[in-house]
């Protein structure tokens, strides 16, 4: 298993635990009642902003964790950590299925918004467009690595 393909697996499991964690999140928040006053849009912001750079620095922390334990569990004491043009085609792909599916759940939303949804109902589809925009990218990295170009 390459560097990046390792990495590209750590982040699948982080963007799982955190739209995970995020979804229980605002559903405690509005079970709570949290989101029903005049500032619920920036609750639902602050939170948002919150999740963001802890998701950066999870991703960070386990890929480094992760590369670790992996050297230890096959004894290497040299691991490769070179990237080649391979791996910068597979990115590329990856980012366009990200990019893709972020856009189309953006423009869903602001086509919902049009329509007369909810605002907060809109936020909440853009950030799961997002989250969903890079786990599909991800899985597409990984599908990519797996079965080559």
Do not use: C
């Not at 560097?3 to 928040?29: D, F, K, P, Q, Y």
């Not at 085609?89 to 953006?106: E, H, K, P």
């Not at 799961?128 to 597409?140: C, E, M, N, V, Y």
């Amino acid at each position: 298993m390459s560097h990046e393909e390792r990495n590209t697996l750590v982040a699948i499991l982080v963007n799982l635990s955190m739209a995970g964690w995020m979804t229980w999140r605002i559903a405690a928040m509005q079970g709570a009642g949290r989101f029903d006053g005049p500032d619920a849009l920036a609750v639902w912001a602050r939170t948002v902003l919150w999740v963001i750079p802890v998701g950066i620095i999870v991703t960070i922390a386990a890929v480094i964790l992760f590369n670790i334990v992996f050297a230890i569990a096959t004894r290497d004491e040299n691991p490769s950590f070179v990237t080649d043009e391979r791996d910068r085609l597979i990115g590329i792909q990856g980012m366009r299925v990200t990019l893709v599916v972020a856009s189309a759940g953006f423009l869903g939303a602001l086509v919902a918004l049009a329509l007369g949804a909810g605002t907060f109902a809109v936020l909440n589809a853009i950030f799961a467009s997002f989250a969903a925009g890079d786990l599909l990218g991800s899985l597409a990295k990984l599908r990519l690595y797996r079965r080559g170009l």
